[in-house]
Nanobody, 124 residues
Framework: QVQLVESGGGLVQAGGSLRLSCAAS????????MGWFRQAPGKEREFVAA????????YYADSVKGRFTISRDNDKNTLSLQINSPKPEDTAVYYC?????????????????WGQGTQVTVSS
């Protein structure tokens, strides 16, 4: 089992930058593909980015491509999301998730474990 705890959310100005982190418990972190999702008020949860267990393969939603970067450190059991040039429409609760025995995927149902989320608010 994997427990995930996100941190790093907060208020950021449009055009600034922010780095989200996700700390994972357990000794099998490297066996999981990882992903970031987000949910804005009144909207469904949507895919943001995913990364393979090795970190060599990444996958992004078109809306964040070129602005967000997903990365992982398997030695430290951490997942990160670097957010550059955020826009007000990036405002949401951001969740990290773990998928065992999966290639990086944008489908929420493929993920086995979820964190509690961290709020990101982008001011214009």
């Amino acid at each position: 089992q994997v427990q995930l705890v996100e941190s790093g959310g907060g208020l950021v100005q449009a055009g600034g930058s922010l780095r989200l982190s996700c700390a994972a418990s357990g000794r099998t972190f490297s066996k999981y593909s990882m992903g970031w999702f987000r949910q804005a008020p009144g909207k469904e949860r949507e895919f943001v980015a995913a990364i393979s267990w090795s970190g060599y393969t990444t996958y992004y939603a078109d809306s964040v491509k070129g602005r967000f970067t997903i990365s992982r450190d398997n030695d430290k059991n951490t997942l990160s999301l670097q957010i550059n040039s955020p826009k007000p429409e990036d405002t949401a609760v951001y969740y990290c998730a773990a998928a065992r025995d999966q290639s990086p995927t944008g489908w929420a149902l493929d993920y086995d474990y979820w964190g509690q989320g961290t709020q990101v608010t982008v001011s214009s």
